[in-house]
């Protein structure tokens, strides 16, 4: 292979580069994109569905996932001999503590989990937090509809029924088998013990970085188009002299 025919390799292998270098920026900003036109749909979402008045769970029921952050009520009873603590969760003043989950049963027979709010660890990991008192009995509450796929995730504390039973293992605290798939973010009851002192927030409703990203990944494939010109620019200048 003489010289010219490596140098029209090389200018040919430097183009193909720059071609993928150029393809994989605009699919990057192009998933930028998409990230961040579903987030702006969801927030939308999330701001249209929780400002509406509340309405009788059983209506919503039908279609969860077009109602979830809706405002519902329902009666029925808790059961906290069932009940967990979510770990790794804050408080806006940044105290540790866990998300509190009650089972809770309808009038109607429909067993799913409430999360009655944030509460305080206790003082080391052994300690038990002190937890808001929820009343036996029948009890009407309001809250806000969620999706089982959006209960928060990770490994949690189960509330045994007596301080010496110790910690179960999560599958059987949980018994997710046995529940809806959807649960309730607590937010106001029929008694005033059961509105929480430190509720389920909203998430932040903000779009993100994503379009900013997304351009930015456009402006390096235009990058690279540019130092490909200028490139191919002083090859021709050197061929010249």
Known sequence: M?????????????????????????????????????RHARNAMIESNSSRPVANLSSLLSAVDSHEWKPAT????????????LRNHYSEDGVYGFELLTRFTTTDGKSFWVDCGWVKAGEDATTR????????GEVTITGRLRLDS?????????????KS????SKANAQSGSS??????????????????????????????PH??????????????VYGRFLIRRDVLSRKEL
């Open 2 to 38: 003489n010289s010219k025919t490596k140098k029209e390799s090389y200018s040919l292998l430097k183009s193909l580069i720059a071609l993928a270098l150029i393809a994989l920026c605009l699919w990057a900003a192009q998933w930028q994109y998409d990230r961040g036109v579903a």
């Open 74 to 85: 329902t009666t029925g009873t808790f059961d906290t001999s069932s009940q967990i603590l």
């Open 129 to 136: 937090p002190e937890l808001p008192d929820i009343p036996a």
């Open 150 to 162: 959006s209960l928060p995730q990770g490994s949690f504390f189960a509330i045994p029924a007596s």
């Open 165 to 168: 039973d110790g910690l179960v």
């Open 179 to 208: 529940t809806e798939n959807f649960y309730l973010d607590l937010l106001s009851g029929s008694q005033p013990s059961l509105t929480p002192a430190v509720p389920a927030p909203l998430p932040a409703l903000s779009d993100g």
């Open 211 to 224: 379009m900013a990203y997304a351009l930015q990944w456009v402006f390096f494939g235009g990058l690279v």
